[in-house]
């Protein structure tokens, strides 16, 4: 049974910084891409960042450019979403989750998913 679990989560001020983590069990043995997707209130969820399986290659999404990154432990099994210069904006449930497909930023393509974390950023 695959389990995602993510953690790291919290309530922080504007231009502050969290790092969450995804850690992954059961996952068959594939080359899979690690993201990180988010949703906000009344929101879609949206694409923040994937990391490939190689781990050489990265694509986040236009909103985080500069300010998250997404990387990996030593273990292909847990990965990280690096958040600095947080805004009121970034405010949202985050979930990682495994692909099958190369750094998609398409929720449809992905297999697994955690339960979440929230971030809040306060203005």
């Known amino acids: 049974q695959v389990q995602l679990v993510e953690s790291g989560g919290g309530l922080v001020q504007a231009g502050g910084s969290l790092e969450l983590s995804c850690v992954a069990s059961?996952?068959?043995?594939?080359?899979?891409?690690m993201g990180w997707f988010r949703q906000a209130p009344g929101k879609e969820r949206e694409f923040v960042a994937a990391?490939?399986?190689?781990?050489?290659?990265?694509y986040d999404a236009d909103s985080v450019k500069g300010r998250f990154t997404i990387s990996r432990g030593a273990r292909r099994t847990t990965w990280y979403l690096q958040m600095n210069s947080l805004e009121p904006e970034d405010t949202a449930v985050y979930y990682c989750?495994?692909?099958?497909?190369?750094?998609?930023?398409?929720?449809?393509?992905?297999?697994?998913w955690g339960q979440g974390t929230q971030v809040t950023v306060s203005s």
């Open positions: 989750a495994a692909s099958d497909f190369e750094l998609s930023n398409r929720d449809t393509t992905y297999d697994y």
């Open positions: 059961g996952l068959p043995d594939s080359r899979y891409t």
């Open positions: 990391l490939a399986w190689s781990g050489r290659s990265t």
